[in-house]
């Protein structure tokens, strides 16, 4: 398996609180990105990167902001949590355009 | 908009029954092809992918695709499946720029 590793696999939080999810992978792989997975949606892209400081938003990105400050690390950042917010996300690399993606364990956010 | 397509949302099988999950996509140009599976509670793998050249791809644990170009098509085929095939199948496609997109998913029921 790729060496991608997501923090935290599980949180719980309040409404309103930030939360700081981080996705750290080993391969040096250019392009990185951050989905949603909800019964009856799918994958859903929230915001990706293909290099150090650029990134750009995917088709659910409000509420939602990144960072990638070096080639290893891509933070997705909840600024205020909502319940609707509730979900599993995953982290996923990939080396080139044409290349498959491959998919960190996910993280499993409950927010009440 | 360029949008992937699956059919089938569930689909209950007894071991040993043949598998053929649908999948067609809305793009008119070159396109990188893929399936994925997500056994439960896990992260998604790649299954196969289609870049070019024999439009018959086989893939791990079994499993093969066929690209047919003039149906927009890229569906999942399995001669006899077995109960460890149970987990959602996702189809997926590329077109050469920063994003792929997915299909919303088909959840396979193998009955032992």
């Known amino acids: 398996d790729a060496g991608i590793t997501q923090s935290p696999r599980h949180k719980v939080t309040e409404t309103g609180t930030p939360v700081t999810l981080r996705c750290h992978q080993t391969?040096?792989?250019?392009?990185m990105y951050w989905y949603r997975q909800d019964p009856g949606h799918g994958l859903r892209l929230i915001h990706y990167?293909?290099?150090?400081?650029?990134?750009d938003k995917g088709e659910v990105s409000d509420g939602y902001s990144v960072s990638r400050s070096k080639t290893e690390d891509f933070l997705l950042t909840l600024e205020s949590a909502t319940s609707s917010q509730t979900s599993v996300y995953f982290c996923?690399?990939?080396?080139?355009?044409?290349?498959?993606?491959?998919f960190g364990d996910g993280t499993r956010l409950s927010i009440l | 908009a360029q949008s992937v397509s699956q059919h089938n949302h569930h689909v209950i099988l007894s071991e040993a029954a043949s598998l053929e999950l649908g999948c067609n996509y809305s793009?008119?140009?070159?396109?990188?092809l893929f399936w994925y599976v997500q056994y439960p509670g896990q992260h998604l793998q790649l299954l196969l992918k289609?870049?070019?050249?024999?439009?018959l791809v086989k893939g791990i644990k079994g499993f093969e695709a066929e690209f047919i170009k003039s149906k927009f098509s890229f569906n999942l085929r399995k001669p006899s499946v077995q109960w460890s095939d149970t987990a959602e199948y996702f189809c997926?496609?590329?077109?050469?720029?920063?994003?792929?997109?997915f299909g919303a998913g088909t959840r396979l029921f193998v009955k032992a």
């Open positions: 996923a690399i990939r080396a080139q355009g044409n290349q498959p993606q491959h």
């Open positions: 391969e040096n792989h250019r392009y």
């Open positions: 990167s293909y290099g150090v400081k650029d990134t």
């Open positions: 793009y008119g140009g070159t396109v990188n």
């Open positions: 289609y870049f070019s050249g024999d439009p």
């Open positions: 997926a496609v590329g077109t050469g720029g920063f994003k792929t997109i």
